[in-house]
């Protein structure tokens, strides 16, 4: 079975940082790109970030850019999403989520984690 | 990078048809055939069921199909059964490395 589980999430003071995890399992990971999707408390879906089968082609919301990193480690079927600098408004259920081809921006996003709760607050 | 434009309710009674639009820019939805629509029950990660405006992954029924005019998406439901009832996503690529979401609409079988 395909599966990605996520992990990291977490309470965090706002100004902190954290680091959240996504394994993979039951695919060839490194044949496809993956992105991360937010979603606060009863709002609706955001994008965050995407990365391309090899890293090579990244993009990242305006409302993240100079304070998430998203990366990959193929060799460990992994995907990453460093958070800098966390506001209140990161406040949110984050999806790890994988395109349905290799090409990054398709947005096909078949297949979906289960999520990992963020939540920054003093 | 502003959110598309979608109802944010829309509602049928089973075995009616409805449709949900999206409603971007030429620089989202009117520029790329790279429009997705996403299922979310409530408490349930979200579920592809179309992408690349109208394609339909296996595994979704017929009864959704997808299409698009000008900056305007459309996903229509037939024969809607009470298992539709549900949040429905739009999201489209938008340039430069960026992808949009829709706000959502709540679908509500009569």
């Known amino acids: 079975d395909v599966q990605l589980v996520e992990s990291g999430g977490g309470w965090v003071q706002p100004g902190r940082s954290l680091r959240l995890s996504c394994a993979a399992s039951?695919?060839?990971?490194?044949?496809?790109?993956m992105h991360w999707v937010r979603q606060a408390p009863g709002k609706g879906l955001e994008w965050v970030s995407g990365i391309s089968w090899n890293g090579a082609s990244i993009g990242y919301a305006d409302s993240v850019k100079g304070r998430f990193t998203i990366s990959r480690d193929n060799a460990k079927n992994s995907l990453s999403l460093q958070m800098n600098s966390l506001r209140a408004e990161d406040t949110a259920l984050y999806y790890c989520?994988?395109?349905?081809?290799?090409?990054?921006?398709?947005?096909?996003?078949?297949?979906w984690g289960q999520g990992t709760m963020v939540t920054v607050s003093s | 990078q502003s959110a598309l434009t979608q109802p944010p309710s829309a509602s049928g009674s089973p075995g009616q048809s409805v449709t949900i639009s999206c409603t971007g820019t030429?620089?989202?939805?009117?520029?790329?055939?790279?429009v997705s629509w996403f299922q979310q029950h409530p408490g349930k990660a979200p579920k592809l069921m179309i992408y690349?405006?109208?394609k339909r992954p296996s595994g979704v029924p017929d009864r959704f199909s997808g299409s698009k005019s000008g900056n305007t998406a459309s996903l229509t439901v037939s024969g809607l059964q009470a298992e539709d009832e549900a949040d429905y996503y739009c999201?489209?690529?938008?340039?430069?490395?960026?992808?949009?979401f829709g706000g959502g609409t709540k679908l509500t079988v009569l």
């Open positions: 989520t994988k395109a349905k081809y290799s090409s990054t921006w398709v947005g096909a996003f078949d297949i």
């Open positions: 690349e405006v109208s």
């Open positions: 039951g695919i060839t990971f490194d044949d496809y790109a």
């Open positions: 999201s489209s690529y938008a340039g430069r490395n960026d992808l949009v």
């Open positions: 030429s620089s989202d939805v009117g520029g790329y055939n790279y």
